[in-house]
């Protein structure tokens, strides 16, 4: 049984557990509540129509297997919702969406799709864990662009860079807006570049675009926008963020209808089918955009009391997040004084003062070395105590 396979080997099994352990077994141990800013979750029930209309499918008996696509009238729903707030001139069809037990099978698909061992998977650093890991786990090879950060602007995409990136091998890139763990809702024209750099270079794009409610400021641009995104996108969202509706594991894609075929044909013999009646559910998730315009109203004003507490602390630099519920402030100036790493700094802030945060280095190479993801997915009065906590600590070591 230790004989393990070359693809589970092939990964870190870094992740954000190992932080959300330590707080388990801090709180255990010393008896204290441990503030938590490590979640990637909102904190809110899903929305009541939600759990209403599953319950109701339940006890009405729908519990067996369903097409591999997921159920029809998802399916048309999650198309005719794009299609009024992506309006086109040649609107998403059902034959181009499929329905996947979380947006993290969906991108599994996609890459279990396209990488052969030896292709290269351009990923921009810092980034949601999983994208490399996958790659790593078919054989393919992830290279990575170092996004840009200042202050003043935030990261940017370093698109320059792309071009440069491109070789025969390169298969995919992945991109992600807004963004997991930087909370940047990227510039449109960067966005808009990158579209036309694969479009050109005849790479897929595979766009993840599962914080696309959780916009603050500025203005998103989806890849969706672009009339010719069947050429070359394979467009990810879920039900998890947006609703509230982690546990449910739902996710879509959008492609074009070959690609969705192509991808049923592994969904049934990996999974099956998204669970019966989760997606009666959220068949009525897009009729509770009026609650998820309340949750983000909401984590609005929980985003501004984190950065103002956070510039309290001069040892901090902090970029105000435009978007997804994540603040990732600099700690480069603390790390350099304290001769500390970024993990052991945050394992040290669980144990003494009992905050959780991530590690920037879990998304997962260099850039993040410097960095701390916050969720701000918490209660208020929690991030003002959380950051307090924070504040304190630093001052300490300072
Ligand atoms: N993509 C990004 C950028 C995420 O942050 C997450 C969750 O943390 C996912 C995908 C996975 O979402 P799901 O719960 O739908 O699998």
Not at 344 to 357: N, R, Y
Request: one cysteine or more.
């Amino acid at each position: 049984v230790d004989n393990f396979s070359t693809a589970s080997t092939s990964i870190t099994g870094e992740s954000t557990l190992v932080y959300q352990e330590a707080s388990r077994r801090v709180q255990k141990e010393k008896g204290i509540r441990v503030i938590n800013f490590g979640i990637g979750q909102p904190d809110l029930p899903t929305f009541r129509k939600i759990r209403n209309a599953a319950i109701k499918a339940l006890d009405e008996g729908f519990t067996g297997y369903t097409s591999a696509y997921g159920i029809d009238e998802l399916r048309e729903k999650i198309a005719s919702h794009l299609n009024s707030r992506y309006p086109s001139e040649r609107p998403i069809k059902k034959e181009e969406v499929i329905v996947t037990p979380g947006a993290k099978t969906a991108l599994y698909l996609a890459f279990l799709l396209y990488v052969n061992p030896g292709d290269e998977v351009i990923i921009f650093d810092p980034s949601f864990y999983s994208y490399a890991e996958v790659v790593k786990m078919l054989g393919g090879k992830p290279v990575y662009i170092k996004m840009r950060w200042t202050e003043e602007n935030g990261f940017s995409l370093n698109v320059n860079e792309l071009q440069e990136k491109i070789t025969p091998k390169t298969k995919m890139i992945v991109l992600n807006n807004p963004h997991n763990p930087t909370g940047m809702v990227f510039d449109p024209r960067e966005i808009e570049k990158v579209m036309e750099i694969a479009k050109e270079r005849k790479v897929i794009l595979l766009s993840d675009e599962i914080y696309d409610y959780f916009v603050y400021d500025g203005k998103m641009r989806s890849v969706l926008e672009d009339p010719s995104w069947r050429d070359y996108v394979i467009y990810v969202n879920g039900f998890s963020k947006t609703f509230s509706m982690t546990g449910w594991r739902l996710g879509y894609i959008v492609a074009k209808d070959k690609v969705v075929k192509k991808m049923a044909e592994l969904a049934a013999n990996i999974y099956t089918c998204p669970t019966s009646f989760a997606q009666k559910g959220a068949l009525a998730a897009f009729d509770s955009l009026d609650d998820v315009k309340d949750m983000i109203s909401l984590f609005r004003r929980r985003r501004d009391v984190m950065y103002e507490e956070l510039k309290k602390n001069k040892w901090i630099r902090v970029y105000k997040s435009q978007g997804a519920f994540y603040m990732f402030p600099y700690v480069g100036d603390i790390l350099a004084k304290t001769k500390m790493q970024v993990k052991d700094f945050s394992l040290k802030m669980i144990e003494e003062a009992g905050v959780t945060t991530i590690p920037g280095e879990v998304f997962p190479l260099e850039v993040g070395r410097n960095f701390l993801r916050l969720s701000f997915a918490v209660d208020e009065n929690d991030i003002r105590e959380g950051v307090r906590k924070i504040n304190e600590f630093v001052t300490g070591l300072m």
